[in-house]
């Protein structure tokens, strides 16, 4: 399939496919025009790369994780690494660190939020 199909099967822009190639994320063939040619296995590719974005993960940590996904048949692949899941552990708790910095900033921000309400009631004709 074509680029532009891939964009709208993925919901995602032909300029982020192409930014996955660089990367080494998705691969392509190339027609005898130049034109980039995707597997039909690219869209669950795509979608598995969204889903790491989404996770927090950076692309140069999706493009060591890719290759150690589970295989087609659902087993472990060969080549994931106890290093591997260190790194991937330490990314976790990164997120857990600031999904807590989050969660504090937003009780601050309840507590501006109540007492600007209190304050706006009583100046309030």
Request: proline share 2%.
């Given at each position: 399939m074509?680029?532009?199909?891939?964009?709208?099967?993925?919901?995602?822009?032909?300029?982020?496919?192409?930014?996955?190639?660089?990367?080494?994320?998705?691969g392509s063939d190339r027609t005898p025009g130049g034109h980039r040619d995707y597997?039909?296995?690219?869209?669950?590719r795509v979608v598995l790369i969204q889903s790491l974005f989404a996770a927090g993960l950076h692309s140069r940590k999706i493009a060591q994780l890719l290759p150690c996904m589970r295989d087609a048949d659902g087993g472990p692949n060969?080549?994931?690494?106890?290093?591997?899941?260190?790194d991937l552990t330490a990314e976790?708790?990164?997120?857990?660190?600031m999904i807590a910095d989050l969660l504090r900033s937003r009780g601050v921000l309840d507590e501006v939020i109540e007492v600007a309400a209190e304050r706006a009631q009583l100046t309030s004709p």
């Open positions: 074509r680029i532009g199909e891939l964009a709208a099967r993925t919901g995602v822009s032909e300029r982020s496919l192409r930014y996955y190639e660089k990367q080494g994320l998705l597997l039909e296995q690219a869209v669950d060969e080549i994931a690494t106890p290093r591997l899941v260190e976790r708790e990164r997120l857990d660190v």
